[in-house]
Structure formats: C-alpha cells, structure tokens
C-alpha cells in the first residue's frame, strides 16, 4: 500500500495548474511520493514487460533487435500504471493485472512505431533514441509494430483466465473503430479540424486505449459491472484531457516549417483548453467515488497529468 498524506492549502508541493481538481478525494498522494509511486510501478512492470520479448539473438534477429529497441527505449509506462492502478481501485491484486498491464503497453508501442513511419508523422527521434525506421529501414519498422501488436495478444492468451474477454477488449479499443480510426481521422482531418473531429480522434486515437487500460485491469481483478462502469468513465476523462495536455505542449514546441497537425488548438485558444481539460479532469475524477479499493493513486496521477510539462 502506497503511503498518503493530507494535502493542505499551504503545501508548497501542490502544482497550481490543477487546483485540486479531485477534491472529493481529500486523501492524496503528494508530489514527493507519487513520485516514488511511479517509479516503482514503471520497476515492476517493465521486470515482466521486457521478459515478454523475444531474447537477444532470436531469428530473425534484426526484427527482434527492433521490437527490443522500441519497447526499451524508455517511456513513463503510464497506461500499464493505470492498468495496476484500477486493478488495485476494485480491491484486486496488482499480480493479477500484470499481464494486461504488459499487453497495453506492448500495443501502445505497436501504435508509436507505426506512427513515427515516413508515411505517417514521419519522425526520426523517440525519447531521443533514432525511430525503428531510421534505425532498421522502413520495412522492418512496419513489421516491428505488426509484431509487437500481435505479441500484446499473445500476451493476455496465456493468462488462462477471463481470455476471451481481455482480448476483446483490447481488440475493440484497438481497432478499426478504436484506434486505428482515430488515426485515419487524423490524417485526413489535419489541416482544417472541426469540433466534431476533435472528439472523435481524441476519443478514439487516446481515450480508447486509456479505458481498455483500466477496464483491462479491473476485469483481471474480477470487478463488477458497476465498477468497470465508473472506472470507464475516468479512464475516458483522463484520456481526453491527457491529448488536450498533449496539444498544447506541442504547440509550445512546434516549429514554422512543420507539417499541420490536428490539435484542439486549431479551434480553441490554450486558455479554452486548459480549462476543458480541467473539466474533464475533474468529472473523471467523480466517477471514481463508490470504488471499494485505493483510488488515490488514480486521482493523484489524474491531477499530476494536468500539470506536466513532457
């Protein structure tokens, strides 16, 4: 169990950009041990994460030099966070989680890889190593992300318990109505984005995933329907308000001679966005009340998201 502490008026540690927005929570983590929270999860999965690989060596092994390069060149890890997270939320245990957790992360990887494709956002550093297509050609980048795709399956397969349904659940949120559609929104949408636009890739490019995250761990703690209900609705919040975040960063890093990206900003001044992204945090965070298990660390890392700066 993760320590807590009372958050004060006077505590210097809160970040002002989220203004508490979980309130109804008065029990948070502060920033110091959230912190170490993180950390420590990111340890614990990526033990298991990077145990699913294929060893160094494997034949063919420039595809598995690839998969290892994409999955291990860093990241915050923070949709399996949020898997254990919700697993933990329903009164679970975060063992049983762990291989949903590793299969999310494996399948967001899949989705990065295919993403930096000169055909796609076409970009050569990730977290400041070379993309798998700069590194290992664009041939086998596209066959690293179809790997890592598949592996994420194999992975929840072998669980042995709730299969079927983890597997759908990642395979809806993942495909032709999830995921994949966001990205097909966004390429053609890019230039001149509408409302509706918005929220249908923020949805489904970022929201999906989120929610299969947290739904994935929650069913491997056996939860109920009313359970998976809340810890839906925060998962979706969280994951809309997560790519309004995502927008303005960008915008703040963007440069003159790039390519137009689909953003909120397109049709929203930062101010508009800040403030739906807090809306959105702060509905999120409501629908955790009722759960039997901790919800602190969903609701501290809710509000941490709304004020970080990468």
Not at 143 to 153: E, I, K, S, V, Y
Not at 214 to 224: D, K, M, N, P
Request: include cysteine.
């Amino acid at each position: 169990m993760v320590s807590i502490v009372v958050k004060k008026k006077s505590d210097k540690m809160e970040k002002t950009s989220s203004k508490n927005l979980c309130a109804s929570a008065p029990l948070r983590l502060c920033e110091k041990k959230l912190a170490t929270y993180l950390t420590t999860r990111k340890a614990l999965i990526e033990t298991h994460l990077f145990a699913c690989l294929p060893p160094p060596g494997t034949r063919p092994a420039n595809l598995t030099d690839a998969m290892r390069h994409a999955v291990m060149c860093g990241g915050k890890r923070l949709r399996p966070i949020l898997c254990l997270a919700a697993a933990e939320a329903v009164g679970g245990k975060v063992e049983d989680a762990l291989p949903a957790a590793c299969a999310v992360e494996l399948l967001h990887t899949y989705t990065l890889v295919h993403d930096d494709l000169p055909c796609m956002d076409n970009d050569v550093l990730r977290r400041g190593q070379p993309t798998v297509h700069v590194k290992y050609g664009e041939a086998i980048a596209v066959l690293t992300g179809d790997a890592l795709q598949t592996l994420a399956f194999e992975v929840l397969a072998r669980r042995g318990r709730d299969v079927a349904r983890l597997v759908t659940e990642l395979a809806t949120a993942a495909g032709a109505a999830g995921v994949i559609a966001g990205q097909v929104e966004d390429i053609a949408f890019s230039s001149a984005p509408t409302k509706d636009v918005i929220d249908y890739v923020f949805q489904h490019k970022t929201a999906d995933l989120f929610r299969a995250a947290v739904r994935l761990g929650a069913i491997s703690a056996q939860a109920t329907e009313a359970e998976l209900e809340k810890l839906s609705a925060f998962a979706n919040g969280l994951g809309l308000a997560f790519q309004v975040i995502d927008d303005i960063l960008d915008a703040a890093e963007s440069k003159s001679d790039t390519k137009p990206e689909l953003s909120c900003l397109n049709i929203m001044t930062e101010a508009e966005a800040r403030t739906w992204a807090q809306q959105l945090t702060r509905d999120a965070c409501a629908a955790l009340s009722g759960l039997p298990g901790d919800t602190t660390p969903l609701t501290a890392i809710a509000n941490d998201l709304l004020s970080r700066v990468s």
